[in-house]
Nanobody, 116 residues
Framework: QVQLVESGGGLAQPGGSLRLSCAAS????????MSWVRQAPGKGLEWVSS????????NYADSVKGRFTISRDNAKNTLYLQMNSLKPEDTALYYC?????????WGQGTQVTVSS
């Protein structure tokens, strides 16, 4: 019954922006830390960002720091990832997951493609 459904991916030009959303249900969202993880073509999973359950503390991979912003709306059971100044290297399948390092649940992913 646990569900994590990502949306908002698509095609963007270099320097453009996208906002990803993750709708959560079937568990106590506001008691869980959350993360975004991505997988680029031919590469392994890469941690992108995490946010604590209360939403005050956040962490980012060096590759996205200053460009991406993670946030959450606990009243709506939704996790967000605002992506600005996109680069071709950001092209990947993006997943949301529960936890900061030990992930119990994953979504199906949403594809982000950055290309001219």
């Amino acid at each position: 019954q646990v569900q994590l459904v990502e949306s908002g991916g698509g095609l963007a030009q270099p320097g453009g922006s996208l906002r990803l959303s993750c709708a959560a249900s079937g568990f106590t969202f506001n008691s869980n830390d959350m993360s975004w993880v991505r997988q680029a073509p031919g590469k392994g999973l890469e941690w992108v960002s995490s946010i604590y359950s209360h939403g005050s503390d956040t962490n980012y991979a060096d590759s996205v720091k200053g460009r991406f912003t993670i946030s959450r709306d606990n009243a709506k059971n939704t996790l967000y990832l605002q992506m600005n100044s996109l680069k071709p290297e950001d092209t990947a399948l993006y997943y949301c997951a529960t936890g900061r390092s030990l992930y119990d649940y994953w979504g199906q992913g949403t594809q982000v493609t950055v290309s001219s």
